[in-house]
């Protein structure tokens, strides 16, 4: 089986997003100190990404490429394995995001992944809440608007109560 901390940078954007999720997650469980944060990152790298590191480390020196805070090293990797493009079709998907049918659970998985990997989207509560309304079936989408949620969870919950009723209809 794969490990799963590994990163070699395959899939693109959403594979690096996904990982720094990982990682971080990681860093908690274990409770990782800041100072070694990147420490860690850097010890599970391979392929690409550990061609690109070795390549970086020779260009500013391995003292000053070790000693980068992990923050840091996530926007050199940013600027690095994310091309633009890449970052504007996840955010053009983001944008045209619709629930099919009375398929919420797909829906709301997948938004929920967006407004991680392209969190510039949905910067404030009114802008996530209204990106999610905006996706849902219009007849969902007035119903959870009218009810006025206090979070995008109760709305996510009343979108799929609703979306689950309506397919039985």
Known sequence: ????????????ATALFKWYQSIESTFLHIECREDNKSHFALS??????LTWWVQEKSVCG?????ALPWEELKEIMTVEFCPPNELMNLELEFWNLKQEG???VAYTARFNELSILVPNLVTTFSRGIGKYFRGLPRKIQDSVQSSSPKTLRDAIV???SLSGNHVKA
């Not at 089986?1 to 693109?12: V, W």
């Not at 391995?62 to 070790?66: I, R, S």
């Open 62 to 66: 391995a003292d000053v490429a070790m």
């Open 44 to 49: 599970v790298f391979e392929k690409r990404a």
């Open 102 to 104: 009375g398929d919420n």
């Open 158 to 160: 009343l979108a799929a």
């Open 1 to 12: 089986m794969r490990n799963l901390f590994k990163f070699d940078i395959s899939e693109g």
